[in-house]
DNA sequence: TTGTACGCGTTATCAC
DNA sequence: GTGATAACGCGTACAA
């Protein structure tokens, strides 16, 4: 019990008895058992974060933001990579539960009725992030999809595109996306909206090999939205070696404004995501609500913005 | 007890017993707590990672490849980035400790003495990676980033370059190939193997800004090893930016062979580092020693193979 | 200021 | 096949 004092709050042993005790602690090489600490306290001192991936630089700055967030509260970060299937989800969701974390952070929304009561009959704090719903389970720091679709089909009409396409990856907020995409689309009149699926995860040759039979298909398309950077990356390389000259007769939009998307040559027009400031909101709501206090705006939607560069 | 046969050995009780059990489970939505039994049996069922950092691509393979295999094992991996800082290292260290995960993989060997003897003290299973040295603190897998400097030096002498350069951050890593290869070169008798060292971190852009800035101090060159493909492929962007043709007036090295090496154009020339190997193997050494299992060959050189495209 | 008793939820062990 | 007991290491509550 002294040691566990003199190493909590030190100021309530005597200096002598502090001294003692570092002493003995540096001999033995004693180190606090967090597992039973957390076991006594009911508080883990640790959050978990579940993630589609790890791979491919979407998430990076959220993953990054909300580590070095916590961290300064003392915090520990827990990662799972759950993929983006809702099986492998749910039973990622119901092992973190075992381990009792002060608070879970999603990114995207629970799909699975199985895994949403999970999280609810635990009682732990709950943060959706990177989309956005008007019924999340607990909190939500995110943006809609679908208007992210809608702006971009509206930003390629205000600039004369009348034939446009989106190149995308299926999951569903791509769906999300691109549903919203071909639906302005059509209502601003646009001639055609062709929609390209790639299966692949969204990669720089995923986005070479779309465009390419983009191209082939619909030969007539002045604007395409890609929906990662990468994709518009690997559009803007193909287009380059099929020798379509970017913007003058190919306009390419991004999404995420990953670094390198400045670094093109040409820029690329993107829409920006902020990750960092997601990151951070998330793990300040799940602090204040796993320290007991009170949550003032427990549903946010940090919008997005599009950053007009030179591919368009 | 019953409840933790039932659900740990649904053989050791009567099919009986088992239904009653499930029953009351559902009905009361009980879930195992994870910190009382790992206190109970000392074993977390965890391993911990710590990266130097999540952004960027370098790491993904291997953690995206360590969590799979941990999982299959049953593990959870829980994540910590440490940043360059050797300080923040140590501290991040003691704090995972605390835990008692089963074991720690490190990303980069550990340069501290005070993490390295806490480690020790520990008694937890450690497996450095993303390095080699002969005297690990526990398990090693990884290679030699010495030897890769080298071999790219004597690739570019072997094509007939004679002016060579590159380009790099400047970690302990990086450092190590730069000095690698600067002497090597020299050994060959490169007339010039200048060193441009950038601050940032390894971004495309970091590495049309370095590519600039050598073509000014430097315009003889004919070779740049760039010591990541980001940074690769801001140089190949910059050159073509300055009408210099690759491969034919400037040959272009990357590091990593990412995904969308394969797909810049032209190709980009790189040296493979097989991450989802690496974290295979450090899972595999670690679930042994974790259980008991002896380890055969506790420090592993993966090794690194050049993959030759079209940059060179 | 320091020390004692107890309980957090689990499982190894042994008795029934 | 099932149940009783104890112990893992910590911190709260209370006694000395």
């Not at 002493?23 to 004693?30: E, I, P, R």
């Not at 039973?91 to 974390?101: A, D, G, N, S």
Request: charged residues 20%; aromatic residues 4%; hydrophobic residues 45%.
């Amino acid at each position: 019990m002294t040691v566990s004092r003199a190493l909590n709050a030190p100021g309530k042993v005597t200096p002598e008895t502090l001294a003692r005790v570092r002493t003995a602690v540096d001999a033995l090489g004693y180190v606090p058992n967090a597992m039973a600490s957390g076991l006594r306290m009911a508080r883990a001192r640790m959050v978990a974060a579940l993630l589609p991936t790890l791979v491919g630089p979407v998430f990076q700055e959220l993953v990054e933001s909300l580590a070095e967030s916590l961290k300064r509260s003392g915090y520990q970060l827990m990662i799972g990579q759950a993929g983006y299937d809702a099986a492998q989800e749910e039973e990622l969701i119901k092992t973190i539960i075992q381990r009792r974390p002060d608070g879970i952070v999603l990114v995207g929304l629970v799909s699975s009725p199985g895994a949403r009561n999970a999280l609810l009959a635990s009682r732990i704090p709950v943060v959706e992030t990177w989309d956005f719903t008007d019924h999340p389970i607990d909190m939500l720091v995110g943006f809609s999809h679908g208007a992210i679709g809608a702006s971009v089909a509206q930003f390629l009409h205000d600039r004369g595109h009348r034939h446009v396409a989106i190149i995308t990856a299926n999951d569903a907020r791509a769906q999300a996306r691109t549903a919203a995409f071909m639906e302005r689309s059509k209502a601003l009149g646009a001639q055609s909206a062709q929609c390209f699926l790639t299966t692949a995860p969204s990669t720089v040759g995923a986005g070479r090999k779309g465009l390419a039979t983009l191209l082939q298909t619909a030969p007539e398309i002045t604007g395409v939205f890609c929906s990662s950077d990468s994709l518009a990356l690997g559009a803007l390389i193909e287009a380059q070696h099929q020798g379509r000259r970017v913007p003058q007769q190919l306009a390419i939009v991004g999404l995420g404004d990953q670094s390198f998307a400045q670094d093109a040559q040409p820029a690329l027009t993107t829409v920006r995501l902020d990750g960092t400031r997601i990151g951070a909101l998330a793990a300040e709501l799940m602090i204040a609500r796993a320290e007991g206090r009170p949550v003032a705006e427990p549903v946010v939607d940090v919008g997005f913005h599009m950053v007009v560069r030179d591919s368009t």
